[in-house]
């Protein structure tokens, strides 16, 4: 969303090689994330508290490549729609390993009028610190978890959260899998073990080819969720980069049928992405 900056002297995302990020970013990733919201909002309106969380927020300002101009970045569109739809949030919990980005993003809800708190540090440690902060009835949360690449998509976040009324939206980097798996054969690796802990005790490695290991881990990844309570979408869009190559997966899961049929509704509608693996009803 193209826009004024409140804190224009503030970081703003630029992506690894500061060429901006990719425009999927906003098209796809943040659009869904808001016409969820939007199509949710009734229900939300139900709630005296309604929460909202990013433990992966960066800067809250975004510069797409190509653009000289900058856009908002994925809570701040998160708050923009919750009052545009009459059910801001009434707490949002931001965080970014960066102190600085996490300051930026803050500072840039709270000149919108968001009652928001940074939580700086890693996402497995502040969740547990945001989760301290939700109140025990009468909440519903919404975990936007959009972390750089998988090995920061640890399930212990999941976990915890899971204890609370709360949807989730999860960025799955299916290139960063696809890259990775087969090294992760080699225990000695192990950077996704934290992503599906016991993935090794349950996927036969051995009878797997590479082109197969992939969807193995995220059948697994899949049936551990499910195991908490949680149903998918069956939409899971394949949201591709700006050479149509496939990164990742935006995938949601929710405890109410309600949810996830939105959810769907959502991502079936102006833009109809591939799905390549795993059908995870």
């Keep these: 969303m193209l826009n004024d900056d409140p804190c224009p002297d503030l970081e703003v995302e630029e992506g690894p090689e500061s060429k901006g990020v990719g425009s999927w970013v906003p098209e796809h990733k943040h659009r869904l994330l808001a016409e969820y919201f939007a199509g949710t ?5 139900k709630w005296p508290n309604r929460i909202f969380i990013d433990p992966f927020c960066g800067p809250g300002r975004i510069r797409v490549r190509g653009e000289t101009t900058t856009r908002d970045g994925g809570a ?22 960066s102190a600085d980005r996490t300051r930026a993003c803050a500072a840039r809800l709270t000149a919108l009028g968001a009652p928001v708190r940074g939580f700086p540090g890693a996402a497995e440690l502040t ?4 989760a301290a902060e939700i109140p025990s009835k009468r909440a519903l949360c919404l975990a ?14 999941i976990e915890t959260l899971s204890r609370f009324k709360v949807d989730f939206a999860v960025h799955f980097s299916t290139m960063d899998l696809q890259r990775n798996v087969e090294f992760e054969f080699d225990p000695r690796r192990a950077r996704f073990d934290e992503t599906a802990p016991g993935w090794r005790d349950h996927v036969n490695i051995h009878g797997l080819s590479k082109a197969s290991g992939a969807p ?8 551990k969720v499910r195991a908490l309570g949680f149903e998918f979408s069956r939409e899971m869009p394949l949201i591709p980069n700006d050479r149509n190559h496939p990164i990742y997966r935006l995938v949601f899961f929710a405890r109410h049928d309600m949810a996830t049929r939105i959810w769907g509704d959502v991502a079936k509608g102006k833009t109809q992405l591939g799905f390549d693996f795993c059908d995870s009803r």
């Design 127 to 130: 969740v547990s610190e945001m």
């Design 216 to 223: 193995a881990f995220f059948d697994y990844w899949c049936a």
């Design 76 to 97: 701040v569109r998160a708050w923009k729609q919750s009052v545009a739809s009459g059910a801001p949030f009434t707490s949002m919990m931001v965080g970014d390993l």
């Design 144 to 157: 936007y978890l959009d972390p750089y690449n998988l090995e920061l998509l640890k399930f212990p976040m």
């Design 41 to 45: 909002r009734e229900a939300w309106k």
